[in-house]
């Protein structure tokens, strides 16, 4: 089977006999996540492209991407001979795709891949050195690579603060910086007796925003209860509306002077009676350029204007989380460009097959220790990840998301005027949300569609998400619009 001539095939009930088995036996001993459907990739048969094949043979359209982690589809050649990895992608959305090894869960394996000798095997010199070529126009030129995209965001509030924490350590001294701390409730450590329990530098971040599920940025995240409720968060971290409101920063900004504030003895009425954030204390803002988990809604460009102002105005970090709209998934390589505004911070993963945070040198701690990771992404999926941002840009598929971008959602709003439960199709690029009317549609519209053979995602409350490869070709989303028109029929 080749690409040019592949087609959904579905064999077998969805899911066969033989993916029923990999999922019981992955579930055995696996904890209670979000797992989406019993979809379960083969890696031993055909994939290419957006297409895929399950353990029963049954060949996929996939329009969720691995959740964005999969720019290039399955088993790009190119991916597949210079960094010598039997299939790809390497790393899956293991939560929304069970993998499998043949059709036995319990089976030999014993598997033969045809796969040749790196031919371009490249490290983290040659991923950071391109990256840095990638944010020229931002001014950036240090980057430090990580894991995932939570452990991106969370070392990108990390610098943030630390840096804001130098410069108002330097401006007020340590005598009035203890007083700030006492006015605000704040003791010393138990553990060091030069060190405080809490730090009282702020963060703003977006109402519906998803920034990850570690702790520290689960304060930053307000998409979902369920990944809040229970859970304690930073102190210090304000939402405001991005999308459906104009931002006000009059209203939430306190623009008096710190030292001023602390003298008085009105920093605690600011900060606690007013639930005001002093400027100079403001540490980072963070956006996302369009809202994934929290429905594929886009930030007034407006308030991100405005938000990028406040950041300059006090010194503080404009962050671009690009985890998902990053590396050319909108129809530019930064989603944060649709905006017009020049970011300080860049924390992107997923399509990039590792975490990032890309910014100035002098953003940096410069103490050895402050921030450090042990696997830095891995030397495996640094070489996927190099050799996909190498293709994305020979190949022009930036250009190729934001003209199939616009070509998928015509074909997407010409349904909507046939099915009224359509409400809105919305997005940039290649990511692209259609919210139903109710979330049990939305439910069920997934289903159906899994079960006639294209893999979609819900996000939000009620609105499903397609992620198509950035070399998605004409008759491919000819084939899932076709598909997807017969679910809503179906519906």
């Not at 109402?207 to 702790?215: D, L």
């Not at 103490?367 to 450090?372: A, D, L, M, N, T």
Request: a negative charge; charged letters at 25%.
């Amino acid at each position: 089977m080749n690409r040019k001539k592949a087609a959904i095939d579905v064999k077998t009930e969805i899911p066969g006999p033989n993916s029923q088995n990999w999922v019981e036996a992955y579930m055995k001993h696996a904890a209670p996540s979000t797992y989406a459907y019993p979809f379960v990739w083969d890696v031993t048969s055909w994939a290419q492209g957006p297409f895929c094949t399950d353990a029963d043979g049954n060949v996929f359209i996939d329009f969720y991407g691995h959740v964005g982690a999969a720019p290039l589809g399955y088993n790009n050649p190119k991916i597949l001979s210079d960094c010598g990895v039997p299939f790809d992608p390497v790393k899956t959305a293991e939560h929304d795709t069970f993998l499998a090894v043949g059709k036995d869960p319990f089976g030999s394996r014993n598997v033969r891949f045809k796969k040749p000798r790196a031919s371009d095997f490249r490290t983290a010199t040659d991923l950071q050195n391109l990256l840095v070529k990638l944010t020229s126009g931002f001014q950036m030129d240090m980057v430090f690579l990580v894991n995932s995209g939570a452990e991106a965001v969370s070392n990108a509030i990390k610098i943030s603060i630390h840096r804001k924490f130098r410069e108002v350590k330097a401006r007020i001294g340590d005598e009035l910086f203890g007083e700030m701390c006492r006015q605000l409730g704040i003791a010393s450590s138990g553990l060091f007796t030069d060190l405080y329990a809490d730090y009282p530098l702020f963060g703003l971040a977006a109402a519906g925003a998803f920034h990850g599920r570690t702790m520290d940025v689960l304060s930053l995240t307000n998409s979902k209860k369920a990944q809040k409720e229970g859970f304690p968060t930073l102190g210090w971290v304000k939402h405001v509306d991005v999308v459906d409101s104009v931002f006000d920063p009059a209203e939430l900004m306190c623009e008096a002077d710190l030292k001023t504030l602390i003298l008085n003895k009105r920093l605690g009425r600011v900060v606690h009676e007013q639930g005001r954030v002093p400027g100079e204390l403001l540490a980072y803002i963070i956006i996302e350029p369009i809202q994934g988990e929290g429905g594929y809604k886009i930030p007034r460009t407006e308030n991100v204007k405005v938000l990028a102002d406040v950041a300059q105005r006090h010194n503080s970090l404009l962050i671009s989380d690009e985890v998902q709209t990053g590396i050319g998934r909108t129809g530019h390589w930064w989603g944060i460009e649709h905006h017009g505004v020049v970011p300080d911070v860049i924390a992107v993963a997923k399509g990039l097959r590792v975490g990032a945070v890309i910014s100035r040198g002098n953003n940096f701690p410069g103490e050895s220790g402050v921030i450090s990771s042990t696997w830095c992404g891995g030397e495996i999926s640094i070489a996927v990840g190099y050799k996909t941002l190498q293709i994305i840009e020979e190949e022009g598929l930036v250009q190729n998301a934001a003209q199939s971008g616009d070509y998928l959602m015509d074909e997407l709003r010409g349904l909507r005027r046939e099915y009224s439960f359509i409400e809105e199709v919305r997005g940039r690029g290649l990511m692209v949300g259609i919210e139903l009317s109710d979330a049990d549609k939305r439910d069920r519209l997934v289903e159906i569609c899994f079960e006639k053979g294209l893999l979609v995602l819900g996000c939000g409350k009620k609105t499903i998400r397609m992620l198509p490869p950035l070399d998605v070709r004409p008759r491919e989303m000819d084939m899932a619009v076709a598909v997807f028109e017969r679910a809503l029929s179906e519906l």
